[in-house]
């Protein structure tokens, strides 16, 4: 037998044999927690109630104010042992709700093995390496074709790549020679030189004032 059917047993219904499932007994567990609570919230009111009463009779009636109180005690006491009851209750439902999570974890994980069992049973760790060899051939395969269909095809035409170099250079200095030629422009003709003698220039205004005054002054002592 499995593991996870030592775990669960072969039936899977009912835990150990005829006993109640771990659902069925966090059920009554959570109705006991109820009964009690609804217990408690009964002596809590009774506790009042024979407060309020104590407190009515007072010294006016000693021996009911007395009872009152006993009753109290009672209740009182009752009450602690509800409190205790349900933290051991609740104790005990929570314990079972864990141990029932795990149950249905560990179970689950079972079906999930089983399942990867059968996906497995078909499965040939050879034929997979092969499989996989395969792959990577073809792979190989399509890389060398990709790379010799990017390769440049001269149909049989070879050429000196040093000889196309050349006529390139050639060509360049061809084009170099003719901008300079169109810049330079056609050869220009001799222009005459300019004359050396230098003409008489012209008096300048200062001096013709300069000649007017002495004219005057000479008219003037002409007079005299």
């Keep these: 037998m499995s593991v996870f059917g030592k775990l669960f047993g072969a039936g899977g219904g009912k835990a150990g044999k005829g006993g109640p499932t771990p659902q069925e007994a966090i059920q009554r567990l959570r109705d ?5 609570s609804k217990k408690q919230e009964f002596l809590e009111k009774k506790i009042e109630q024979e407060l309020t009463a104590a407190k009515k009779h007072g010294t006016k009636n000693k021996r009911a104010a007395l009872q009152a109180l006993k009753r109290k005690k009672r209740y009182e006491k009752q009450l602690a042992q509800i409190d205790g009851t349900l933290s051991t209750i609740e104790f005990q439902r929570e314990a079972l709700e864990n141990a029932n999570t795990n149950t249905e974890v560990l179970k689950n994980m079972g079906y999930a093995a089983k399942a990867m069992k059968a996906a497995h049973d078909n499965m040939d760790i050879d034929k997979v390496d092969e499989l996989m060899q395969d792959i990577a051939d073809q792979q ?30 050639e060509l360049e200095q061809e084009e170099l020679d003719k901008n300079l030629l169109e810049i330079s422009g056609p050869e220009t003709v001799p222009l005459p030189s300019v004359p050396t003698i230098s003409l008489p220039s012209r008096p300048s205004k200062k001096r013709e004032e300069e000649d007017d005054d002495m004219k005057e002054l000479e008219t003037w002592a002409g007079t005299i």
């Design 32 to 36: 006991t927690e109820e009964m009690l």
């Design 140 to 169: 190989e395969l399509a890389e060398e074709i990709s790379t010799a269909i990017s390769k440049p095809v001269g149909f049989g035409e070879e050429f000196d790549e040093d000889e196309l170099m050349a006529e390139l250079e």
